[in-house]
């Protein structure tokens, strides 16, 4: 690996960067369009093979659904009561991997699902065996049921009439954007290229028809350009058939689109240690309460949505429902003013070929299609079996386009930041390795905090900057640090300062700063609960 160095050169310097990649005139091996987990999964699997890798993204890296996650790596209990074992597996090994390969960012979590009859108590403790027997020797702690009484001490404020006990579980816990700015930064660090704010307009395509490069426009100066890619991988989440339409006008949708929201409040209303995992709600959805930095997220829904859009905005059915059904399982009832912050994202699910198959039960399971002109297209999957994907995915390039097999490298490659044992108090400890260097920046400018309660300290913002392609207000508060997620409210307040810096940082005018703070007020007036 390279050191952070190498990053600054590639990051410091966007402009620069664009120019360079823009100059090239051979084309790149492989070129993924999406800078989601998918994306960067497949563009680190090319990487880590020695191919030449360009990933573009249209807005910030994990802009879409990869940042509103429920934060799990996890194997799915729910697809094991839906008898899909093959999924669970895959998802089981690829959480115990990554697990090994980002230790500073994935967390063992236990869950504790709490039981009120015999027949639940039976089918989740069995059920949970098998789910740790299905991981062999890369689960991460044993299941066991757990007494009446510890599941009440565990868990003050869980709705005891009838309660007989609790299965405790575990499962992975992590944090999705700062995950998908790692994966970045090993991508550049393996000698790949990846760019955020540079959109793909077109596809381009040889006298054979087949396609060969993409059009493109820098969000930031609307300059346009061509890059060459002898494949060419579509992997834009719930934007998939936009692209497909740029390939062959009348395509048939292959995706269905489906929303979940999340609320995050204060940890007094959940001061547990354990995640608490409710299998079925009156309406018969899973709901999650997590533990995540010092708060806690509460969700999720699964509600079918016609459009897909890069900020999605939670319905008001949405939030009534996890406000009451949450109220009987946490410690008090929250109300819409008990919210710091309320989250929606979009699962881009691989649409059935015929039925009415309802969202819950469409298949997590990726799926690859290649169309006739060689555009490669991936649908579906989840967070946890990112890795995975990008296997899949260039494991089919190399054969589809008779490249010589080449290992890929991914299932022992150490992700930036990698450091084990980790403080899961410090409020710094997702940096990782970084952490060090980052405080010893610090340490020199000790009275720049921007904002106590969310721990954003001025370092961070430069350090975002210069080694993480942070490029407006609202990239460095909602993904490279969370703070957008954790106090949408006090993000508010802080915008100002945060523009105010990153404008000198950056080399901007007063304008860029003034619609800074103009665009990232009105964002969050979706994520604060009136
Ligand atoms: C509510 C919810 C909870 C979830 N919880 C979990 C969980 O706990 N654990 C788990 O494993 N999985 C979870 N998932 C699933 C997981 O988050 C997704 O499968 C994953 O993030 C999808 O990543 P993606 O890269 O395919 O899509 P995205 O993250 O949406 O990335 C696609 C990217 O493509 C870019 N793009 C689109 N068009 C263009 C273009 N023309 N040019 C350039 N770029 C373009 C977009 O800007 C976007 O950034 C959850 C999903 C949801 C919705």
Redesign the pocket.
Known sequence: MTKSSAITQTTTDRAAYLKKLAARDTAWDILV????????GIALDATSRGYKTLL???????????????????GGVRYLAQGDVKLVRE?SIERGLLHRNAPHLVKDQTFIVPVYTLWDRLKYTIGLKLYDRIAGKLRLGPSVFISRKKTMEKIPGIKTKGLQGGVLYHDGQFD?SRLAINLAQSIWEGGGDAINY????GLLKDEKKSVNGVT?TDIETGITYSFKGKAVVN?????VD??LQMDKPGSRKSICV?????IVLNKDFYPASDALMIPKTSDGRVLFAVPWHDKVVV??TDTPVDEAS?EPKALEKEISFILETAGTYLTKKPQRSDVLSVF?????LAAPKDGELKTKEIS?SHKIIVSDSHLFT?L???????RKMGEDMVDRIEKEKHWAYKASGTSALHIHGYAMNMDWNDPFYFYGSDAPLLRMQMNGTAHEWISEELKIHKTQILWAIEHEMARTVEDFLARRTRALLLNARETRRIAPQVAAIMAKALNRGQQWEDDQVKTFTQLTEQYILK
């Open positions: 369009i999406g800078g989601g987990a998918t994306g960067l573009i993204e249209q807005a910030d890296f994990a802009k879409g659904t990869s940042s509103r996650s429920t934060k799990l790596v996890h998802a999705d540079v959109k793909v307009t493109v992997a834009t989440g719930v934007f936009d692209i489906s929303q979940g929201v999340h969700g999720t890069i929606a994202g979009l699962r881009p997590r991936i579906g999957g989840k967070w946890t079996t990112y």
